[in-house]
T-cell receptor, first 111, second 113 residues
Framework: GQQLNQSPQSMFIQEGEDVSMNCTSSSIFNTWLWYKQDPGEGPVLLIALYKAGELTSNGRLTAQFGITRKDSFLNISASIPSDVGIYFCAGQVGGANNLFFGTGTRLTVIP | NAGVTQTPKFQVLKTGQSMTLQCAQDMNHNSMYWYRQDPGMGLRLIYYSASEGTTDKGEVPNGYNVSRLNKREFSLRLESAAPSQTSVYFC????????????FGSGTRLTVV
């Protein structure tokens, strides 16, 4: 399967700080998506990106589709305690009918 | 609330036992998926069904079978459970193309002893 590498694996930040994480692939993806998983729940879609270079925001979250189409970035501004969770990137290759997921970035926000 | 419903939420099996994980969605989605989540490995695709009546293998299908019973329901069966199948299992659905994103269920935590 496709390898999606996320970094960092985990982050501990103070409430109010900004957060950056990224996802890289050895393959070109047509679509990049970012999900958040709360403890005991399934992942929930945050942002979807469909064009190289695209920058999309959802509230305090901003994600970018890398120009090479092999990477994507997620930024969270002014973090709050409810941002705690695991963030996953996911990508779609060509016309495939399934997504490949990264290994996740675990975010801890210290009040 | 509308969405994807998985049952059971928790299950403990002995090695060699069989069981079926159930999944149902009420969003009239065409495609359904089964993923497993293991620590440090993200989500890996087991099987998927692009539409009613079709199923295809994903990245890690060995030891599993699936049935797309109708448009709403997609079940995952373990015929002879092994400790390596201890995991959290997620069902997901999408309206059509995977690139528009999935809606996930809340998962089934399975332990095989």
């Amino acid at each position: 399967g496709q390898q999606l590498n996320q970094s960092p694996q985990s982050m501990f930040i103070q409430e109010g700080e900004d957060v950056s994480m990224n996802c890289t692939s050895s393959s070109i993806f047509n679509t990049w998506l970012w999900y958040k998983q709360d403890p005991g729940e399934g992942p929930v879609l945050l942002i979807a990106l469909y064009k190289a270079g695209e920058l999309t925001s959802n509230g305090r979250l901003t994600a970018q589709f890398g120009i090479t189409r092999k990477d994507s970035f997620l930024n969270i501004s002014a973090s709050i305690p409810s941002d705690v969770g695991i963030y996953f990137c996911a990508g779609q290759v060509g016309g495939a009918n399934n997504l490949f997921f990264g290994t996740g970035t675990r975010l801890t926000v210290i009040p | 609330n509308a969405g994807v419903t998985q049952t059971p939420k928790f299950q403990v099996l002995k090695t060699g036992q069989s069981m079926t994980l159930q999944c149902a969605q009420d969003m009239n989605h065409n495609s359904m998926y089964w993923y497993r989540q293991d620590p440090g490995m993200g989500l890996r695709l087991i099987y998927y069904s692009a539409s009613e009546g079709t199923t295809d293998k994903g990245e890690v299908p060995n030891g599993y079978n699936v049935s797309r019973l109708n448009k709403r329901e997609f079940s995952l069966r373990l015929e002879s459970a092994a400790p390596s199948q201890t995991s959290v299992y997620f069902c997901a659905s999408s309206e059509g193309l995977a690139g528009y994103g999935y809606t996930f269920g809340s998962g089934t935590r399975l332990t095989v002893v």
